[in-house]
């Protein structure tokens, strides 16, 4: 098991994880088409891409070919695939960069990507025309959407957790505004009071975890874009059921996914990857859950094929 310094100790690892991104203008809506200057930054992994919106219109504003919009109509691709926005950044390059994650070697093997250079960035594509509608929910300019997307995220964590939403619906104004505003500016010490209050609710006992595990699939007729992915979604229980066994990764992904993870040790045909690591078969999904969760409460696990 691991103490309680530990997992505040991992938290801290997987709060400040970054990813060097390289941001190019689509060249179809540049007066230089592929000349102009890429906007550069470490982006932190548990954060959401509609946040440097208006930072990219300012950087890319002389370069438009049509500047009179607005930067809440922009939206991310990657090698021509639209990119979800209410998907955590570290999530969407776990998914879709195609780069082969570190193996388990202790905390510094979550969220090590700020060690990563520049000339290793994830490249990225911003549009500010032609929105996908088929692929993406349209945001808007005052930031409410992304707002209740996420809201409705914790909602249904919270839930997961203690059979009720209780938690979340009862937090006052002031504490509901300091959790998304601690979001929006990526504050550890702002937001882990609120967090706590969710994760270690008052005489709630934890009844399941939030877990969201996204497999890679094969285009449809319906989306013949590659990118494609299947969310598979279950009630998981803290403990393996009719056992007193803690559940660990390796018997909640068995019983999820038996063909995928026969074996609930040893990844044979697939790798279970959290913030940027292959994570170990016997980490215990309610630790995972309290120090390595993304900021609505999920714990978003990426599924990578071996061989």
């Known amino acids: 098991m691991t103490t309680p310094k530990e997992l505040r100790a991992l938290q801290e690892v997987v709060w400040n994880g970054s990813l060097p991104l390289e941001i190019r203008l689509s060249p179809s809506e540049s007066r230089t088409y592929d000349q102009t200057d890429p906007y550069l930054v470490h982006y932190p992994r548990l954060s959401y891409l509609p946040f440097i919106l208006s930072r990219l219109y300012a950087f890319f ?5 049509a500047p009179d919009v607005s930067p809440s109509e922009a939206w991310f691709s990657f090698e021509g695939v639209p990119l979800k926005w209410h998907y955590p950044v570290g999530l969407l390059y776990d998914l879709f ?15 090590d990507d700020d060690r990563v250079e520049l000339s290793q960035s994830w490249k990225l594509v911003v549009h500010f025309t032609e929105w996908p509608e088929e692929q993406l929910v349209r945001l808007d300019a005052e ?27 009862s937090l ?22 609120i967090s706590q209050k969710l994760l270690y609710a008052q005489g709630a006992p934890l009844r399941h975890i939030p877990l969201k595990v996204y497999l890679p699939a094969s285009p449809s007729a319906s989306e013949p874009t590659s990118g494609h992915l ?20 390796g018997s909640a992904l068995h019983g999820l996914l038996p063909s995928l993870f026969p074996s609930r040790r040893t990844p044979i045909l697939a790798k279970p990857v959290l913030h940027g690591a292959v994570l170990p078969m016997g980490a215990l999904l309610e630790e995972l859950m309290r120090a390595a969760a993304y900021l609505d409460g999920w714990v978003h696990l990426g599924v990578v094929m071996m061989g």
């Open 61 to 65: 504003a002389a370069s438009l070919i």
């Open 97 to 111: 960069s195609g780069r082969n994650p570190p193996q388990p070697a202790g905390q510094r093997a979550i969220a």
């Open 143 to 169: 930031g409410k959407v992304l707002h209740d997307a996420f809201i409705n995220s914790v909602k249904e964590a919270d839930f997961l957790r203690n059979g009720t939403a209780k938690g979340i619906m």
């Open 172 to 193: 006052s104004k002031d504490d509901s505004t300091q959790l998304w505003e601690a979001v929006m500016t990526h504050d550890l010490s702002a937001f882990t009071p």
């Open 230 to 249: 299947r969310v598979v979604q279950s009630l998981v229980t803290p403990s393996i059921p009719n056992t007193r066994e803690p559940q660990t990764l």
